[in-house]
Nanobody
Framework: QVQLVESGGGLVQAGGSLRLSCAAS????????MGWFRQAPGKEREFVAA????????YDADSVKGRFTISRGNAKRTVYLQMNSLKPEDTAVYYC?????????????????WGQGTQVTVSS
């Protein structure tokens, strides 16, 4: 079992930055690949980024490539999402997830566990 708790969301102006954190409980954190998803109002949840168990492989959605960076600290059982150059279209609830990385034409995180989400709002 893995429990995930996100933090770091908030309101920021376009062009600004935020850093999301996701703290995981359980001793098996390093056994899971980790990722971030987001869901905007009226839209389906979409994949944002994923990082392998060791942190050696990272996968980003095209919409955030070059702006968002995922990282993890296995000793602290925490995964981060550094978000720079934020745009109003990045406004969404951001979810942390734990699972395995799969290739379904593009790389994706097949999640077993989800956090409760943290709101990110980017004003224009």
């Amino acid at each position: 079992q893995v429990q995930l708790v996100e933090s770091g969301g908030g309101l920021v102006q376009a062009g600004g930055s935020l850093r999301l954190s996701c703290a995981a409980s359980g001793r098996t954190f390093s056994s899971y690949s980790m990722g971030w998803f987001r869901q905007a109002p009226g839209k389906e949840r979409e994949f944002v980024a994923a990082i392998s168990r060791s942190g050696g492989n990272i996968y980003d959605a095209d919409s955030v490539k070059g702006r968002f960076t995922i990282s993890r600290g296995n000793a602290k059982r925490t995964v981060y999402l550094q978000m720079n150059s934020l745009k109003p279209e990045d406004t969404a609830v951001y979810y942390c997830a734990a699972g395995r990385i799969v290739n379904v034409g593009s790389y994706y995180l097949d999640a077993d566990y989800w956090g409760q989400g943290t709101q990110v709002t980017v004003s224009s």
